[in-house]
């Protein structure tokens, strides 16, 4: 039984649409010359090329491509994930030289202060000294521990100031890296979440025409 979907190697367009009117009446090539055909031979061999060979063909090109596509959302998770740790590495390390930073300037003023409370100390011992010695510097005495007093005062007024400001500056910068990779992590997310979500209609799209394709095969074999 001759059908559509054979086809005649010796048709001049290579396709099924001559093997509707193709008969095959046991005559000789001059006798098929006389056809409809513009004298091509028409006979209609038993290893024509059938058309499930092509849907096969297309079948696999889908795979590949779905494969493709699989292997790229793949990599993509790879590089977030990298890009994420590489982020969170970068914040912990900042944190932690600032926290460094702070503790060693802490310190330093801990250390500064104890100083001058030495030296104040140490002057106020030896004008104790002199007053007792020598009434007649009392008065010099007296004014000395006053601005020694004052200077005391707007040393520690300056520590405290210096600390909330450095207190402030770090708090700061931690803020401002914190929203950085804030937004880097979210812009990173929602590139990869398209990506994906494209990636998946691709793969459903490739699938539907696959599914269609067999269908329709089934339904020429069936008729």
Known sequence: MITPFQINPHCCCRCCCCNYHIHDDGGSDE????????????EV??????????????VV???????????????LVVVVVVVVV?????????????????VLL??????????????????????VVVVVVVIVVVVVATVVVVVLVVVLV????V????????????????????????????VVVV??????????MIVVILLIKMIIIIRIIGVVVVV
């Open 61 to 75: 090109v889908v795979l590949v491509v779905v494969v493709v596509v699989v292997v790229v959302v793949v990599v």
């Open 154 to 157: 707007l040393v520690e007024v």
């Open 159 to 186: 520590v405290v100031v210096v600390v909330v400001v450095v207190v402030v500056v770090v708090v700061v910068v931690v803020v401002v890296v914190l929203e950085v990779v804030v937004v880097a992590v979210v």
């Open 106 to 127: 802490l310190l330093l003023l801990v250390v500064v202060v104890v100083v001058v409370v030495v030296v104040v100390v140490v002057v106020v011992v030896v004008v």
């Open 45 to 58: 061999y038993l290893d024509a090329i059938p058309l499930q060979q092509v849907v096969a063909v297309e």
């Open 31 to 42: 006798e098929d010359d006389d056809d409809d055909f513009g004298g091509h031979h028409n």
């Open 191 to 200: 590139v990869v979440v398209v990506v994906v979500v494209v990636a998946v």
């Open 86 to 102: 590489v982020v969170v590495v970068v914040v912990v390390v900042v944190v932690v030289v600032l926290v460094v930073l702070l």
